[in-house]
């Protein structure tokens, strides 16, 4: 009989925060708000997930700003294309799946093949439920890469949540944002130089012994993991890329050109087919830049159920995860 | 309903319209000419619903297709580009000089109707489904402008096959959307067969009305019904959003066209197109004719 009790999957709605880490709850439905104080364009659309992707704060706001369309993604999608005719920037809402995998044609021709200014906000990209893959949004990227004209934003934390809110009211055009909800941590505070700009990538920390490429919560993943090879004398540059598409490409090609010898390792939250990984792959192959590259992220496989600090681990995105797979390899250069 | 002062275009009488419906067969005829194919069956259907809709119903400036002001005509089913064309044509919004680049390379009339090639045409259609939940948005955004301009959204009686039109008819009723119009036609043909093989679609008025619209049904080739629908589409006020059902004839006013064996894409001979206009002279030559079947 085992003494060890196994996580339980109620562990989904645990929050990504590790213990003792800061957190702002609900930080895109707060900056929302503040954005609607200062322009009335603003709109919120959800399909029935108001309360799951932090558009409740906003409805609680502004309740006649606030659009309940009932669980119907594809008229999700058609009515914010039609609130954005009529000049608001509706921000509609729905889980990553939904979005990417039932309301693509709506998506694609009444908001994109236009050009239409909706903003597309996302709850559970990659893997951050333990519901399983109906819940697990891991190739929503994958999907929404070759749509023409959407920009695609990967945040890391609550403050690149906050200023990508403001930055897609700033900006004129359709974006798709993966959302991390409820209490969300903030680690890039400690870099008081960062700032979120869409189309931008941004170095974060410097070390010659490899680089970490990273959206999303692998941004967070990677820094803590920097950390920890520090004490080990192993030296990681993290290079935060949040935009994946357009990609920032000159400032990726200039970070990995800074220190060619590094090993180059793309990370992400999200299937190592079509995302941040095979974006920056594309970009070293047509630039003839070939450093030592590899991906970290998840399979090319329907996830399993379960807790996400045991799916993390099993699927090699947890922070001890990536310190193994660098460590193992930066201490070959070490020996050599 | 507006104030008829506000009409750029005055109503005008059921002749006239039927002028109208007439014109809009002729430029169709004309640019299915040009390419020698073409959806000129469901053109030729829907032309009396389109001069209804565009010489009664609708506010508009046909040298301001953007007009903040004018009702909005959202052409879901992108295949009746050509009818929509030789409409805005008649309405004056598109020149007639273009009817010779339909369809042709670099022209302001492709195929099938996208927004950003035409003016008036306010959407990309094409793929079906999506006008009448783009509408609904429109019709909300509409309504937070306090904006008394009107959305009219075209459906085929195949559209009604996808659950996405389901969708946005439920939402239209939850909102009280009654400033938003469906216009059914209903001309029992889709892409693969009849559209009552392929997927029946009756009771269609019981339907919608279930769904919380207001239903009509009219003989969609028979201008004095479309008047009376239209007009009472636009009277009620009753927090009802409201749909225009309307059974039509593919290849109305032509005989060769009414009489061929309806396919969803009709091809005409090289020497039948002046055959088509022809008949389509004759059929108006006679007040009491088919085509304007007010009467029949």
Not at chain 1, 317 to 333: F, N, P
Request: with cysteine.
């Amino acid at each position: 009989m085992t003494t060890q009790s196994r996580l339980k999957t109620s562990a989904m709605i645990a929050s990504l925060a590790a213990e003792g880490q800061p957190t702002t709850s609900a930080p895109f439905g707060h900056a929302l708000v503040e954005a609607a104080a200062a322009d009335e364009r603003i709109v919120g659309m959800t399909a029935d997930l108001g309360k799951y992707t932090d558009l409740h704060v906003f409805a609680q706001a502004y309740p006649e700003r606030h659009y309940q369309m009932g669980m119907a993604e594809q008229l999700l999608m058609s009515a914010g294309a039609g609130m954005a005719r009529e000049g608001f920037i509706p921000f509609v809402t729905t889980y990553g799946v939904f979005a990417s995998r039932r309301a693509y044609d709506f998506i694609c021709m009444a908001i994109t093949e236009e050009r239409l200014n909706v903003k597309i906000v996302c709850a559970l990209p990659g893997l951050t439920t333990g519901y399983g893959p109906s819940h697990q949004a891991t190739e929503d990227m994958a999907i929404f890469r070759g749509m023409p004209n959407l920009t695609i934003v990967d945040p890391c934390d609550a403050v690149d949540i906050e200023q990508a809110t403001h930055a897609m009211v700033a900006h004129d055009g359709p974006v798709y944002l993966r959302l991390l909800r409820g209490k969300v941590p903030r680690v890039l505070d400690r870099f008081p130089d960062y700032h979120f700009e869409i189309g931008r990538a941004r170095r974060l920390m410097d070390g010659e012994d490899a680089l970490i490429i990273s959206s999303g919560l692998m941004t967070m993943r990677a820094i803590e993991a920097a950390d920890l090879l520090a004490e080990r004398d192993m030296h990681v540059g993290v290079l935060h890329s949040p935009t994946i598409k357009p990609l920032d490409a000159q400032t990726i090609l200039e970070e990995i050109q800074r220190h060619p010898q590094r090993p180059v390792y793309v990370a992400e939250n999200h299937s190592v087919i079509g995302g941040l990984g095979e974006s920056v792959a594309a970009l070293l192959m047509n630039a003839g830049v070939h450093p030592e590259f590899h991906q970290i992220g998840l399979p090319d496989a329907f996830l399993d159920a379960g807790a996400l600090p045991t799916l993390h681990d099993r699927y090699g995105i947890s922070t001890q995860a990536v310190v193994k797979t660098l460590a193992s390899r930066i201490s070959l250069t070490h020996a050599s | 309903m507006q104030p008829a002062t506000h009409r750029v275009i005055a109503p005008t009488d059921i002749t006239a319209l039927r002028r109208h419906a007439y014109r809009i067969r002729r430029h169709a005829l004309l640019m299915g000419e040009v390419q020698g194919q073409g959806y000129v069956g469901q053109a030729l259907g829907i032309a009396d619903v389109l001069a209804v809709a565009y010489f009664r119903a609708m506010n508009l400036r046909a040298d301001d297709p953007e007009w903040e002001a004018r009702d909005r005509f959202l052409l879901s089913i992108g295949h009746y580009a050509i009818a929509l064309y030789a409409a805005l044509i008649e309405a004056g919004v598109i020149s007639e000089s273009e009817i010779e680049n339909y369809g042709s390379d670099d022209s302001m009339l492709p195929m099938s109707g996208m927004a950003a090639y035409t003016p008036g045409m306010e959407i990309t259609g094409g793929s079906l489904g999506h006008g009448l939940g783009i509408g609904v948005g429109m019709a909300l955004g509409l309504k937070r402008k306090q904006s008394h301009s009107r959305i009219f959204n075209l459906l085929s009686d195949g559209e009604l096959n996808e659950g996405s039109t389901w969708e946005a008819a439920a939402s239209a009723a939850h909102w009280k959307l009654d400033n938003l119009v469906a216009i059914v036609d209903v001309n029992d043909q889709q892409a693969d067969d009849k559209s009552s093989s392929v997927l029946g679609y009756e009771p269609i008025a019981d339907k919608w009305r279930a769904f919380g619209w207001t239903a009509l049904r009219v003989n969609g080739n028979d201008i004095a019904a479309l008047v009376e629908a239209f007009d009472s589409a636009l009277e009620s006020a009753d927090g009802k959003p409201c749909v225009i059902i309307c059974d039509t004839l593919m290849g109305r006013g032509v005989p060769l066209l009414e009489n061929r064996d309806k396919t969803h894409f009709i091809r005409v001979d090289e020497d039948e197109w002046r055959i088509a206009l022809k008949q389509l002279d004759d059929t108006y030559a006679t007040p009491s004719d088919a085509a304007g079947s007010e009467h029949s």
